[in-house]
């Protein structure tokens, strides 16, 4: 079974990315770290320790991390995530404390203990990561692969006209990460806009239960969102893709280049860029996922939620 670290800024497609990741019965989850991205990491690690409480799983301790990135403010706005970053669910679920040990301590702890053997699935702004690596630097030749949903490499973003948010939250981290030499597979907009979720694609999830039911309101809200001004009812599973591709690598195709990204630009901060022609003559650094199985992806999330 493949060990992993989770991070996350839960957030509706990192909640149904847990979903997906724990109920596939694929992962020994050494842990959950959280992060300041799509909501501060106080609301991070609330929704995440509600959605653990909701699976029946919170005996996965879960590890607050940065709260700013690593070099720049952020704001948040109410996103696309909706009121408390899950569409107003799970209000009144109670919770367990986090853990007292802090996000980036527990990833350094954790490699440490167990070199070369820990997979981690990175659903967010790379800052715990990056700052790990400036802790103890030692972790880096440790960790085994990077799976990251962040990035665009076709140069179309969904934060800034280049950029993707994840990436443009925190350029500077995603530098650190992407020019560390950690072993990387990227699962950015090019293939996660492969992975629509209709809202004819609910209609699969005939059972009732607290878990479904959370999933078809956070849902309907995160398609309301993501079609405003398009002819589709659809949203992106953008979170959920990088943890299927991390359980099963053959449903996307992923193509080697060297992936940078630029962190001090007037227009373009936390766009990547994509040496598709090799002209910098550098070793790819990147295996960036471009095509998706569609078909098999789909079947093993709703699988995930219907059982
Ligand atoms: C990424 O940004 C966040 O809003 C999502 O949770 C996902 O991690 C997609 O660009
Ligand atoms: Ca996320």
Do not use: W
């Not at 140069?155 to 990460?177: C, I, W």
């Amino acid at each position: 079974m493949k060990q992993v670290i989770i991070d996350v800024d839960t957030g509706i497609d990192d909640a149904l990315a847990l979903i997906l990741a724990i109920n596939s019965g694929k992962f020994d989850i050494k842990g959950i770290t959280t992060v300041c991205g799509n909501i501060p990491v106080e609301l991070a690690t609330e929704n995440t320790l509600k959605v653990l409480k909701l699976l029946k799983r919170d005996d996965i301790e879960v590890y607050e991390g940065c709260s700013y990135p690593i070099a720049r403010e952020i704001i948040f706005k109410e996103s696309v995530h909706g009121e408390n970053g899950l569409a107003g669910e799970l209000k009144d679920i109670n919770i367990k404390k986090k853990n007292e040990k802090h996000g980036v301590d527990f990833i350094i702890d954790e490699i440490n203990s167990h070199p070369g053997e820990i997979s981690m699935i990175m659903l967010a702004p790379l800052t715990n990561l990056a700052m790990a690596f400036k802790k103890a630097p030692e972790i880096i030749a440790k960790i085994k692969e990077l799976y990251i949903m962040g990035g665009v490499v076709d140069g179309r973003g969904n934060e800034s006209p280049v950029a993707e948010f994840n990436f443009y939250t925190d350029p500077e981290s995603a530098y650190e990460v992407l020019n560390s030499g950690v072993p990387i597979k990227l699962i950015g907009l090019d293939v996660t806009r492969k992975a629509p979720l209709f809202e004819s694609d609910l209609d699969n999830i005939v059972n009732n239960s607290d878990v479904t039911n959370f999933v078809k309101n956070i849902t309907n809200h995160y398609i309301d969102r993501a079609s405003i001004g398009k002819d589709v009812r659809r949203c992106l599973l953008h979170d959920p893709l990088a943890v299927a591709v991390a359980m099963d690598e053959s449903i996307v195709e992923m193509k080697d280049y060297f992936v940078d990204v630029e962190y001090s630009s007037r227009l373009s901060d936390g766009q990547s860029i994509c040496d598709f022609n090799n002209r910098y003559g550098k070793k790819p650094n990147v295996r960036v996922a471009l095509e998706l199985d569609r078909d098999k992806f789909m079947k093993m999330f709703l699988k995930s939620i219907i059982g």
